[in-house]
């Protein structure tokens, strides 16, 4: 018995227990009738934890601990814990789990579901089954008396939370609004969005209105299909403005917001919707290359018949489009890749693990899981931290190329206007002297220069991936 003062709970029956061990017969009874008392005020505080979800431990004797001063929104994830020191030897540390998350589980229904109906296993009369038949010297024996009524009121609590946060607080449909907003499934939606919010994007940021996008986005919703979706979820679909910086536009600041609330934030805490709104951004963008080049591409293909006649355009005209076509390859490629390898592929593993789950603890591994996979793989880690700055300069170049063809259809076009308009030919060869040499010469240059480092970004960035570079880049730097 040296070395048993000042313990006491689950640490005095650890030291107990050891001396079971022994092979007199008379000491093992001896000791287990020891044990059998003094692990009473243990079981009934066990008795209280899986059945009522309540923790009565004054005196610190129980293996599970508890924190008043934790807000409710973090009940689930920091109130309560194993402590370790207290935790039986002759209860496994995954039984102690089971018994930890019991007690959360029913407490979470009872405080933050605002559910006081039975719960199967809670019942006053498993509760008396239970103690009476159940010898307090809980062994580590699978299949026990113990084992199988902390497994019963294992699977019952957790399946009564499951169906109150599925049903009452509809937590798959917001894990599914989740995905078709802020993850970009719903592809009609976002496409309009982007049309309807386009003008107002292009200016600088410090000119924008929550109240204007706010508007735009009902209007969004109400021209799409989102406009049949539960009313409980578009109320909760709102617009944010990020933090701005200087020569920043509408488009750099611009993000789609998901408000949660209740129980369900104990899945969609305050970092996992940050997590959500920084792949929104990254979409968001690469959205808008996409938008952007197809803009461009409706451009080429209205304004080119207005300027074919001016030959000496055909040059840029050519540097425009094959730059175009280049461009937009990439856009698209990348768009399958995140789109399907990464969302939908995650997508379909998120349900199947949370169709799969047995509790919420697992539900919540599985929606973190799915995060770090889509973050990781969508090139927003930190291992990807050279491949994204690649990412995002290769953007600035196509923002930079549709300004670039702009300025050529507006002075093409300028050209155009002037010759037409000069009956008299009076002067005629020498402005269109000037034009060819200060204006087509420029944007020639300035189409070349665009080219040739865009070419060199795409290179970096298959080698940063480890994909082999086009071969015809390749060519045309060394040429």
């Excluded at 919420?360 to 973190?368: E, R």
Aim: hydrophobic content about 40%.
């Amino acid at each position: 018995m040296v070395g048993w003062a000042g313990l006491k709970g689950g640490a005095l029956c650890s030291a107990i227990h050891a001396h079971l061990r022994c092979g007199d017969p008379f000491d093992v009874a001896l000791v287990r009738g020891i044990l059998n008392q003094v692990a009473r005020p243990v079981r009934c505080l066990l008795d209280q934890w899986i059945y009522e979800g309540e923790l009565r431990d004054n005196n610190d004797e129980f293996f599970v601990s508890g924190d008043d001063g934790v807000a409710e929104d973090k009940l689930w994830r920091e109130k309560y814990a194993i402590r370790k020191p207290m935790l039986p030897s002759f209860v496994p540390h995954e039984l102690a789990e089971k018994i930890l998350l019991i007690g959360k589980s029913i407490d979470f229904i009872r405080r933050a579901c605002r559910d006081r109906s039975p719960i199967g296993g809670s019942s006053r009369e498993s509760k008396d089954d239970a103690v009476a038949t159940i010898e307090l010297t809980f062994g580590d024996v699978p299949g026990s008396p113990l084992h199988q009524s902390i497994d019963l009121a294992y699977r019952e609590t957790s399946k009564r939370l499951l169906e109150i946060l599925y049903t009452k607080y509809n937590f798959l449909g917001h894990l599914k609004a989740m995905r078709r907003y802020l993850l970009m499934g719903q592809g009609d939606f976002i496409r309009h969005l982007m049309d309807l919010l386009e003008p107002e994007l292009e200016q600088d940021a410090k000119h924008l209105y929550l109240h204007n996008l706010t508007g735009t986005l009902e209007s969004a919703v109400r021209a799409t299909n989102a406009q049949f979706d539960d009313p409980d979820i578009l109320e909760r679909l709102d617009v944010r403005l990020l933090e701005l910086s200087a020569g920043d536009t509408g488009w750099d600041v611009f993000s789609l917001d998901y408000h949660v609330d209740g129980p369900i934030q104990t899945v969609f805490t305050h970092d996992t919707v940050r997590r959500y709104l920084r792949i929104f951004n990254f979409l968001w963008r690469a959205k808008r290359m996409e938008h952007g080049l197809a803009s461009v591409w409706k451009s080429q293909t209205s304004r080119t018949r207005e300027i074919r006649w001016m030959t000496e355009l055909s040059e840029v005209l050519h540097l425009c489009y094959t730059l175009g076509a280049s461009m937009m390859n990439f856009v698209n490629q990348m768009q399958y890749y995140i789109t399907f390898e990464v969302l939908e592929c995650g997508w379909a593993e998120l349900e199947k693990a949370v169709g799969q789950a047995n509790d919420l603890d697992q539900v919540i591994a599985a929606h973190d899981t799915f995060l770090d996979d889509v973050t990781n793989r969508a090139l927003l880690g930190p291992q990807s931290t050279t491949l994204l700055r690649q990412l995002r300069t290769i953007f600035d170049l196509i923002v930079q190329y549709q300004r670039a063809q702009e300025d050529v259809f507006t002075a093409a076009a300028t050209e155009a206007e002037r010759r037409c308009g000069n009956a008299s030919n009076q002067g005629e060869a020498g402005e269109t002297r000037r034009f060819i040499e200060e204006d087509v010469y420029g944007m020639t240059a300035r189409l070349g220069v665009l080219t040739k480092s865009y070419q060199v970004m795409v290179i970096w960035a298959c080698i940063e991936s480890g994909v082999p570079p086009p071969p015809l880049y390749l060519c045309r730097l060394s040429s």
